[in-house]
């Protein structure tokens, strides 16, 4: 059973158009935080959201955390090509000490 | 946030054989992780490495296979034992501090390797 559930797992699109990705849970997080790894590289930490209806924004990206916060979604606006990778989300569960749980990823490719 | 560093970057071991993979960070943390990213997959953690004291690990993963090492508080080490083709991975580590509220982690570049 997956703890927290991502979507989708593939997505390829055209560059100019807007995308969203989900990550879902039962379970609710004191944060979760969103990582973009590119081929050949380790995860590199977006954005940490920690108070429940949060919303950040890093340039066209847009990242909310669930009222509730058990769930929590990656928008990109006019999506380009640099911003082709894997999105990862993970969560801090508020009785899983130091350790994040990772949602499956979300293999991103914006075609020219 | 951290500077991490791993070797060695990418390795082509034989089966039945280990390595040895090193976690170098920049900065005194408290918090050292090890993962194992399986092709086309997310991260799954493999073991908590602690300061002084044995790792813990998680389910389905034993010291046995995965003996780890944290002499000090800026170095790690995760040894791969009697490797098998399964074992071909990128294997990163991370780190965090216990005192974040956030529990942000940062990782490093990941160790590439093929078992034949």
């Known amino acids: 059973t997956q703890l927290l559930e991502q979507s989708p797992q593939f997505l390829s699109i055209q560059e100019g158009e807007n995308l969203t990705v989900y990550c879902n849970s039962s379970s609710v997080f004191s944060s979760l935080q969103w990582y973009r790894q590119e081929p050949g590289e380790g995860p590199v930490l977006l954005v940490t959201v920690v108070t429940g209806g949060e919303v950040k924004k890093l340039k066209r990206l847009t990242f909310q955390f669930g009222d509730a916060r058990k769930d929590s979604s990656l928008h990109i606006t006019a999506a380009q090509p640099g911003d082709t990778g894997l999105y990862l989300c993970?969560?801090?569960?508020?009785?899983?000490?130091?350790?994040?749980?990772f949602g499956q990823g979300t293999r991103l490719t914006i075609n020219p | 946030s951290a500077v991490i560093s791993q070797k060695p970057s990418r390795d082509i071991c034989q089966r039945g054989t280990s390595l040895t993979i090193q976690c170098q960070v920049d900065s005194q943390v408290t918090m050292m992780f090890w993962y194992r990213q399986q092709p086309g997959q997310s991260l799954t953690l493999i073991a908590t490495a602690n300061q002084g004291s044995e790792a813990t690990y998680e389910s389905g993963f034993v010291i046995d296979k995965f003996p780890i090492s944290r002499p000090n508080l800026t170095f790690s080490t995760l040894t791969v034992s009697n490797m098998s083709p399964e074992d071909s991975s990128i294997y990163l580590c991370?780190?965090?501090?216990?005192?974040?509220?956030?529990?942000?982690?940062?990782f490093g570049p990941g160790t590439r390797l093929l078992v034949l």
């Open positions: 993970a969560g801090a569960l508020i009785q899983g000490a130091q350790k994040l749980v």
């Open positions: 991370s780190v965090g501090r216990v005192l974040d509220p956030q529990r942000t982690q940062y």
